[in-house]
């Protein structure tokens, strides 16, 4: 291609500088050769929730930032065992979506949040988007915060974010609804608000 392409040499010299100083303080518990390297690169496999999680169950890995044209191709065959794109777009170079890939897998490590419950209710850890988020006031502008939030019902709530959750998806997102995992009766209800949209 007509841009510049990252060589080889540093790219296998960093990666093992990393290994080897791994072994030097002990830290290489596992052997080097599991330690993940990834390249972040547009033809690689695309980075989701699910990934996220995947990585985060990793001590260590490495990521190497693909820039300009991209890398050579002995990196890839040699070098990296997994490739990951963080969406069907060019960047200038792999460092957002490094930062992109830490930040969703650091919100999987026990602590990194202010509620550990938080990370199961985001958006996409339950396979769909999140159900709508209400603070105070309890009226703002004339918009009301929902009565069933206020209720303390905590069945009821559940229930309503549960709806709310697949009423969004279904408008927003209606393709993360074929990996959902919906019980009977969600697929029922699923199946009666596609209806209300037609």
Not at 74 to 96: A, F, K, N, P
Request: hydrophobic share 35%; glycine share 8%; net charge negative.
């Amino acid at each position: 291609g007509p841009g510049m392409v990252l060589k080889p040499e540093p790219l296998f010299e960093a990666v093992a500088a990393i290994k080897s100083e791994r072994s030097e303080c002990g830290e290489s518990e596992k052997g080097e050769s599991e330690l993940p390297v990834l390249l972040l690169t547009p033809q690689g496999r695309l980075f989701d929730q699910r990934a996220a999680e995947e990585l985060a169950e990793y001590d260590e890995l490495i990521l190497i930032c693909g820039h300009y044209e991209g890398v050579d191709e002995r990196v890839r065959e040699h070098l990296v065992t997994d490739e990951i794109s963080i969406g069907d777009y060019i960047l200038s170079g792999g460092e957002l979506a490094a930062m992109v890939v830490v930040d969703a897998m650091v919100r999987q490590l026990p602590g990194a949040l202010g509620s550990g419950e938080s990370v199961g209710e985001d958006s996409h850890s339950s396979g769909l988007l999140e159900y709508p988020q209400y603070t105070r006031p309890q009226s703002f502008r004339g918009w009301e915060v929902p009565e069933v939030l206020l209720s303390g019902n905590h069945a009821a709530i559940a229930r309503w974010r549960r709806e709310q959750s697949l009423r969004r998806t279904i408008r927003r997102r209606p393709d993360l609804l074929e990996r959902a995992a919906l019980s009977d009766e969600e697929r029922r209800l699923v199946a009666q608000m596609e209806r209300e949209e037609d």
